[in-house]
């Protein structure tokens, strides 16, 4: 089975597991923790994805409401240092 097919799933399930609708990209999380790891350190890649979910739910965030928030934290992790 092909690492996306896998990534998939695992997304799906761990959705449905927390009671969540899997409104998120998750192709734009992975995205946001790569430039978290490379623009500032690797351990800020699961913490900056983590802040952003947590955001989100505060929020009441709907899908465009965490793309908004994915972007922002993209930016600032860019902008960093």
Do not use: K, N
């Not at 089975?1 to 192709?27: K, S, V």
Request: charged share 20%; hydrophobic share 55%.
């Amino acid at each position: 089975m092909a690492t996306d097919e896998i990534l998939d799933r695992w997304w799906q399930a761990l959705c449905a597991e927390l009671g969540i609708a899997p409104d998120a990209d998750p192709e734009a999380l992975l995205d946001l923790a790569g430039t978290a790891a490379h623009a500032i350190v690797r351990p800020a890649a699961p913490l900056t994805t983590f802040l952003v979910g947590y955001a989100a739910g505060r929020a009441g965030a709907d899908a465009a409401g965490i793309t908004d928030l994915v972007e922002r934290a993209d930016a600032a992790a860019e902008d960093f240092g």
